[in-house]
């Protein structure tokens, strides 16, 4: 089963990068964890947000394969804990298929990436900087796999 982060934006910091990286490595060979990096629409003045976010949804739902089982990242989805987190991860294990989860750009996923999601996951209430985003779901996978593994990684 891999792992997939779709998100809307490219050319990130270096210091995403490495704390994408960070935690990624750390996940073992048979969890991996791919980050897709799709280009952002590009907005002018006068942009026509709507149609930008399509053409976003477009390239983002293409990225996902199409048995995925799709989780788009939404402040409107449910909040995890860590732990359910992990019982999640466990789940989706069973199941087979591979994850994919949506992260989109600046005006948030289009309605069809929703649509598309077999679940919607709230990281948190607060408005988070994309390029963080990416950091805190890798971190927060691989807690979740600690404590599937009852590594020591986590401690609460």
Same mark, same amino acid.
């Given at each position: 089963m891999r792992l997939r982060l779709i998100c809307v934006g490219q050319k990130m910091p270096g210091w995403v990068t490495e704390g994408f990286q960070e935690y990624t490595r750390r996940m073992p060979r048979e969890l991996p964890v791919e980050l897709v990096e799709v280009p952002m629409a590009h907005r002018g003045k006068n942009p026509d947000v709507p149609r930008l976010m399509q053409q976003e949804a477009e390239s983002v739902l293409g990225a996902a394969g199409d048995r995925d089982r799709v989780v788009a990242l939404e402040v *409107? *989805? &449910? @909040?995890? @804990?860590?732990? &359910? %987190?992990? /019982?999640q991860l466990e789940s989706w /294990? %069973?199941? *087979?298929r591979d994850v994919s989860f949506l992260v989109g750009g600046p005006d948030g996923l289009h309605a069809s990436c929703r649509e598309r999601a077999d679940q919607q996951w709230s990281l948190s209430p607060l408005t988070l900087p994309h390029p963080l985003v990416r950091i805190l779901l890798a971190e927060q996978l691989y807690r979740a796999w600690s404590i599937t593994r009852n590594h020591p990684y986590h401690r609460a």
């Amino acid at each position: 089963m891999r792992l997939r982060l779709i998100c809307v934006g490219q050319k990130m910091p270096g210091w995403v990068t490495e704390g994408f990286q960070e935690y990624t490595r750390r996940m073992p060979r048979e969890l991996p964890v791919e980050l897709v990096e799709v280009p952002m629409a590009h907005r002018g003045k006068n942009p026509d947000v709507p149609r930008l976010m399509q053409q976003e949804a477009e390239s983002v739902l293409g990225a996902a394969g199409d048995r995925d089982r799709v989780v788009a990242l939404e402040v *409107g *989805g &449910k @909040s995890w @804990s860590t732990e &359910k %987190l992990a /019982q999640q991860l466990e789940s989706w /294990q %069973l199941d *087979g298929r591979d994850v994919s989860f949506l992260v989109g750009g600046p005006d948030g996923l289009h309605a069809s990436c929703r649509e598309r999601a077999d679940q919607q996951w709230s990281l948190s209430p607060l408005t988070l900087p994309h390029p963080l985003v990416r950091i805190l779901l890798a971190e927060q996978l691989y807690r979740a796999w600690s404590i599937t593994r009852n590594h020591p990684y986590h401690r609460a």
